[in-house]
């Protein structure tokens, strides 16, 4: 079973940055894809960005230019940078890796932007 451990989340204030971490309990060397998705209340769970193995990074549109992932293979951690945080991007941000056919999925990290 593989672990996914996320941490760095926390309140922001609005124009701030918060830098994410999502460790693997296995090497993420083989896996085909790493991202970050988000859930805000009563809001359904959406990328926000991702990387592949082989490929070109996807960013969603909202976060495009404030948000960047990056993949630490030696640390077997997927990273995502949020710079000029906004309210909007106020919700729990999940770690998820895929080794197809599986995908997991960490416990989520709250992030709260303030006004």
């Known amino acids: 079973q593989v672990q996914l451990v996320e941490s760095g989340g926390g309140l922001v204030q609005a124009g701030g940055s918060l830098r994410l971490s999502c460790a693997a309990s296995?090497?993420?060397?083989?896996?085909?894809?790493m991202g970050w998705y988000r859930q805000a209340p009563g809001k359904q769970r959406e990328l926000v960005a991702a990387?592949?193995?082989?490929?070109?990074?996807i960013y969603a549109d909202s976060v495009k230019g404030r948000f960047t992932i990056s993949r630490d293979n030696a640390k077997n951690t997927v990273y995502l940078q949020m710079n000029s945080l906004k309210p909007e991007d106020t919700a729990v941000y999940y770690c998820?890796?895929?080794?197809?056919?599986?995908?997991?999925w960490g416990q989520g990290t709250q992030v709260t932007v303030s006004s």
């Open positions: 296995r090497s993420i060397f083989s896996a085909n894809r």
């Open positions: 998820n890796v895929l080794w197809l056919p599986y995908s997991y």
């Open positions: 990387v592949p193995g082989v490929g070109s990074i």
